[in-house]
């Protein structure tokens, strides 16, 4: 099961990495860079490292001892460690304050029950990692969660999700000790502490191309090959379905590339552009700089009747917009308007996990 | 603010101006912001019907005069005459003393009344044999032309298009709205003249002052500057938006938030306005206007080019 999975991470992570597009809207923090996933992957190279950081991953018995493992290797600070260990250990109750009620509600009524639907596992899970993604979970609250979560799962019988584990792993990315950050010169030092009595990973690095360069060796190839696709397609098909099938696929291709973090209170001026990322990248509806704010909600109204789904979220975002617009060019301090475009916010966020 | 929504219940509901709004829009948002409008079409395109409503709609007094190469000044705003009776010249009033002016076809008339109309239309006064009179407000001239007339003109210099708050292209309606008015065109003159005014002319005026107080971001102010700029640099304009037009603009947008019932202006009002506000203040390069490119599509390109004010 391992195997795969790993496989599966560093797949996953690998097109993370390359696939980073510099789409940053102004007034998010790009925490998750592809810079920490390619130092994640840099680290997954390591036999002994990857079987830590999985064995992590999995929030399954034998974390605890792997978090300890990886700060005995400076794979993690101490402060880092301490806070996952902290986080595994917690309860739901525990976490009150730090995530939202609302989520903490439905897990424990999940949890509670003796035999819960799988559906509504499966969208708790999204709205997991949506919020994760979205930057409404700090790292050690998703990590905390997903033990929970896991925990329950296991005793339910059920397998933990591949998807979990890959949260974990990218919220990992962002707690990697400082020592290892590329920023601080991690590309001279070798990891710390690392493999010892192993065969250091670098020349296999070096002999072998890197999963991010192999696909840039490819893209050519594969966008030469949608390209033909596309224009077989349209020959076949109406250009309206080619662009709806576009529009579907610049969904998909967009969502979860690139978390965010946000801090709470935040005015509606910055929780517009916030959402304006999310909308971004469910939809695949850039916001062009000369579209107005009220044009970039029409257009992605316009995406959402063409997919057929993110209802709510065009509806949380038309709100969200309107507070944006009063508060921005009326020049008002409207009276909770913060609160209310916060809560908008976190219910477009929880919309993005149940589509 | 209901009175925008009355006139548009009574004449687009009401099917009196079928696929008119966006003209009625603009045409009540150059009397809010107390301009004057070129309307440019074809003849029988419902330019009269327009001017004729919206004028009985807001109780206002509506005079129309048809320009002609041998019409004098003193045809439009007055002359004196000697009263056999009482030995005493009297003034009579020309049809300029109105409170909507519509000058069909401004560029028949020989420059000089051209001129003398577009003086008493930027000064709000005419002044008859040294004794100068006030226009009543609202005072609003709505000038016609047609595009494609080419003899016996006389084309309006830019620096009198310039006055002009907007111009407005009117054109044909669709199949559709040309049956319905088929449908329609028996009782359509009766019904305009039945139309009962949804305002009184007090309350019009005091809707205009009101119009002048919509807040107006810096950064909408800098919107605007960066259009009317980008116009002078578009490659194919040899004469793009002078100052006047950014004040068009913004006093355009501001009456355009208004209508829409907003005490703010935002960046989409000035995309509404820019089209109307700037296209009659465009000269282009003759090679690109040979290549058929118009001020309307330049205006286009520049709204695509000039990001709208961020965060």
Not at chain 1, 3 to 25: D, F, G, K, M, W
Not at chain 1, 27 to 56: I, K, Y
Not at chain 1, 121 to 134: F, H, N, P, Y
Not at chain 2, 10 to 33: F, M, P, Q, S, Y
Request: proline share 6%; glycine share 8%; net charge neutral.
């Amino acid at each position: 099961m391992r195997a795969p999975l790993a496989l599966l991470a560093l797949l996953v992570l690998a097109v993370s990495a390359a696939a980073e597009t510099p789409r940053h809207t102004p007034g998010f923090p790009n925490v998750e860079t592809s810079e920490h996933l390619a130092e994640l992957l840099r680290l997954l190279q390591d036999p002994v490292v990857a079987e830590l950081l999985l064995r992590l991953a999995s929030v399954g018995p034998g974390s605890e001892e792997a978090v300890e493992e990886l700060v005995e290797k400076g794979v993690l600070g101490p402060e880092q460690g301490a806070g996952i260990l902290r986080a595994l250990n917690s309860s739901i109750d525990d976490l009150a304050g730090r995530a939202d009620p609302a989520l903490l509600e439905e897990l424990r009524g999940l949890l509670g029950s003796e035999k819960p639907d799988p559906e509504r596992l499966r969208g708790l899970l999204s709205t997991l990692l949506a919020m994760r993604e979205s930057g409404l979970l700090d790292p050690y609250t998703f990590i905390a969660l997903a033990g929970i979560l896991s925990g329950a799962l296991r005793k339910l019988g059920f397998e933990v999700p591949a998807e979990l584990s890959h949260g974990v792993l990218s919220s990992l990315s962002g707690l990697l000790s400082p020592s290892t950050s590329p920023s601080r010169g991690a590309e001279e030092r070798p990891v710390a502490g690392v493999g010892a009595g192993f065969p250091r990973s670098p020349e296999l690095g070096a002999s072998l191309p890197s999963v991010p360069t192999l696909l840039e060796t490819l893209y050519p190839a594969l966008l030469s090959i949608l390209a033909c696709s596309l224009l077989t397609l349209s020959l076949v098909y109406r250009r309206k379905r080619i662009s709806g099938l576009l529009l579907r696929l610049r969904a998909s291709l967009g969502r979860g590339l690139e978390p965010r973090t946000l801090t709470a209170g935040d005015d509606p001026v910055s929780v517009y552009w916030r959402s304006v990322g999310l909308v971004e990248r469910a939809l695949g509806v850039r916001k062009l700089d000369h579209a107005t704010h009220r044009e970039y909600l029409s257009s992605a109204t316009r995406a959402s009747a063409e997919l057929g789904k993110y209802r709510r979220t065009v509806e949380c975002f038309s709100e969200i917009t309107r507070l944006y617009e009063v508060v921005r060019f009326a020049g008002e301090s409207l009276e909770g308007a913060a609160v209310r475009a916060g809560e908008k916010f976190r219910e477009m966020v929880e919309s993005l996990g149940r589509p | 603010m209901s009175f925008v929504k009355d006139i548009r219940r009574v004449l687009v509901d009401g099917r009196i101006l079928i696929e008119k709004e966006w003209e009625i829009n603009t045409i009540v948002a150059c009397l809010l912001a107390r301009g004057h409008v070129l309307i440019e079409g074809v003849p029988g395109v419902a330019k009269t019907y327009t001017a004729k409503s919206i004028a009985r709609l807001l109780d206002l007094d509506f005079r129309r005069v048809q320009m002609t190469p041998d019409l004098l000044p003193s045809d439009i705003v007055g002359y004196y005459v000697f009263d056999q009776k009482t030995g005493e010249f009297r003034l009579r009033r020309g049809p300029i003393f109105t409170n909507i002016l519509l000058a069909d076809e401004i560029n028949r008339a020989s420059p000089r009344t051209q001129s003398a109309l577009l003086e008493a239309m930027q000064e709000r006064q005419v002044t008859i044999e040294g004794q100068t009179f006030k226009l009543e407000e609202p005072f609003m001239a709505l000038a016609t032309q047609n595009p494609i007339e080419m003899e016996g003109v006389f084309p309006l210099p830019e620096a009198q298009l310039d006055r002009f708050l907007a111009k407005i292209v009117t054109g044909y309606v669709s199949h559709k709205g040309f049956v319905e008015m088929l449908r329609r065109a028996h009782e359509i003159e009766a019904a305009i003249e039945e139309l009962k005014p949804v305002i009184p002319r007090s309350a019009l005026l005091e809707e205009m002052a009101r119009s002048t107080g919509v807040r107006v971001d810096d950064s909408i102010l800098d919107y605007i500057a960066s259009i009317v700029e980008e116009t002078r640099r578009h490659p194919a304009v040899r004469l793009g938006g002078s100052p006047r037009s950014g004040i068009a603009i913004l006093k355009l947008a501001k009456a355009w938030a208004y209508l829409d019932g907003r005490s703010y202006a935002i960046p989409d009002d000035v995309k509404a306005v820019a089209k109307p506000a700037l296209v009659h203040r465009i000269i282009l390069k003759p090679e690109y206007e040979l290549q058929g490119v118009t001020p309307e599509r330049v205006v286009d390109d520049v709204l695509t080019k000039v990001p709208v004010p961020r965060p």
